[in-house]
């Protein structure tokens, strides 16, 4: 059985930088997934923007159908947002990171990959 790595980021006015963010993830999480068989899925969480933020969500949604995308009904902040995600989530892992890219995807396969192999695992 595979086992699922699920990425959660919250997003407060970050439309002009989602599309950059989501491509550099993809691209990461692809490259893992062919070593190590690790599926994913990626959960943004839009908490309550007030720029294109969501319309941006939405549209990389349409392209890229391992993303789903949550809408908080007003800016509850970041722990609410985080919460949202974790409760969306449906991976085996969880990893949390910043969608203004301040967190490098390119740290995830030292964390995805020593899971993938069973190092850190319950089991």
């Given at each position: 059985?595979?086992?699922?790595?699920?990425?959660?980021?919250?997003?407060?006015?970050?439309?002009?930088?989602?599309?950059?963010?989501?491509?550099?993830?993809?691209?990461?999480?692809?490259?893992?997934?062919?070593?190590?068989?690790?599926?994913?899925?990626?959960?943004?969480?839009?908490?309550?923007?007030t720029d294109d933020t969501w319309a941006a969500m939405r549209a990389l949604a349409q392209r890229y159908p391992r993303l789903r995308c949550l809408r908080l009904s007003r800016n509850f902040g970041k722990d609410a947002a985080?919460?949202?995600?974790?409760?969306?989530?449906?991976?085996?892992?969880?990893?949390?990171?910043?969608?203004?890219?301040?967190?490098?995807?390119?740290?995830?396969?030292?964390?995805?990959?020593?899971?993938?192999?069973?190092?850190?695992?319950?089991?």
């Amino acid at each position: 059985m595979e086992s699922t790595l699920s990425v959660i980021a919250p997003a407060y006015c970050e439309g002009a930088c989602l599309g950059a963010f989501v491509t550099d993830l993809i691209a990461v999480l692809d490259q893992l997934r062919a070593e190590t068989r690790l599926g994913y899925e990626i959960i943004l969480v839009d908490d309550g923007s007030t720029d294109d933020t969501w319309a941006a969500m939405r549209a990389l949604a349409q392209r890229y159908p391992r993303l789903r995308c949550l809408r908080l009904s007003r800016n509850f902040g970041k722990d609410a947002a985080l919460s949202a995600g974790l409760e969306a989530a449906r991976g085996d892992v969880v990893i949390t990171m910043d969608s203004d890219m301040q967190h490098p995807a390119t740290l995830i396969p030292q964390i995805g990959g020593a899971l993938a192999y069973g190092h850190g695992g319950r089991h």
